[in-house]
């Protein structure tokens, strides 16, 4: 890959992977190796791994930039069964991503990801609009109140068609063909945690 794209303008920095299980020394040793081989093949262009593991990640110290996919409350502790959950994992977002700041106070740091699933349910539960806007409105500040933080991506924009029989277990994100994500519709209607990050992001101070 690094033969194919080095002289395309459009690569910025180079990824070892995604979401592996990092906090596993065999596997940090892995991506560490990758990460020393590809600066080395390209040292003018930095790299990343884009994580889930948190301050767990044993391969943080090898990388440039630090990409982070943060889904407190969707996985790991506590879960929004709620809406009034919320704010306990806003919080604890809070806390896992100040704990390796600590760590690494000089590399640039990025939210890769950050979401929730919608479901067919009403109400304040898991799964509901009104939670997914509420929990994705959180993190957001969450990353907006830290400046330290570059950037961040929520997923996704659209949901989108896959083979999720493959992926996950039956029923656990939405049905066998389409990832519910998004913060709009398969056909582009947007929905509460549309408009949450919209607001949001027009406030942002420039």
């Known amino acids: 890959m690094q033969w194919r794209d080095g002289h395309r303008p459009s690569v910025v920095l180079w990824s070892m992977g995604k979401e592996r299980p990092s906090e596993e020394p065999a596997t940090a ?3 560490m190796a990758l990460a020393a081989k590809a600066k ?13 593991r948190g301050g767990a990640d044993r391969s943080l110290s090898s990388l440039d930039v630090i990409c982070q996919n943060e889904y407190t409350g969707v996985w ?12 306990a994992a806003a919080r604890a977002a809070g806390r896992r991503l100040d704990a390796i700041r600590k760590r690494f106070p000089d590399k640039p740091f990025i939210i890769s990801e950050f ?3 919608v479901w067919p349910v009403g109400g304040n539960r898991f ?7 509420a929990l994705v409105a959180a993190l957001a500040k969450v990353f907006a109140a830290r400046p330290w933080i ?3 991506a929520v997923w996704c924009l659209r949901d989108q068609r896959i083979n999720g029989a493959s992926h996950y277990p039956a029923g656990a994100l939405g049905t066998n063909l389409l990832e ?8 582009g209607k947007p929905r509460p945690a549309f408009r949450a990050l919209a607001r949001i992001h027009r406030n942002l101070k420039r």
Do not use: M
């Open 29 to 31: 040793r892995e991506v």
């Open 40 to 52: 080395a093949f390209d040292p003018g262009r930095p790299v990343t791994y884009v994580s889930n």
């Open 76 to 87: 790991g502790k506590p879960f929004a069964a709620t809406t009034k959950i919320v704010p």
């Open 115 to 117: 979401g929730a699933p």
């Open 127 to 133: 799964g509901s609009p009104k939670l997914q806007a």
């Open 150 to 152: 570059a950037g961040w």
């Open 180 to 187: 519910v994500f998004g913060a709009s519709t398969l056909d």
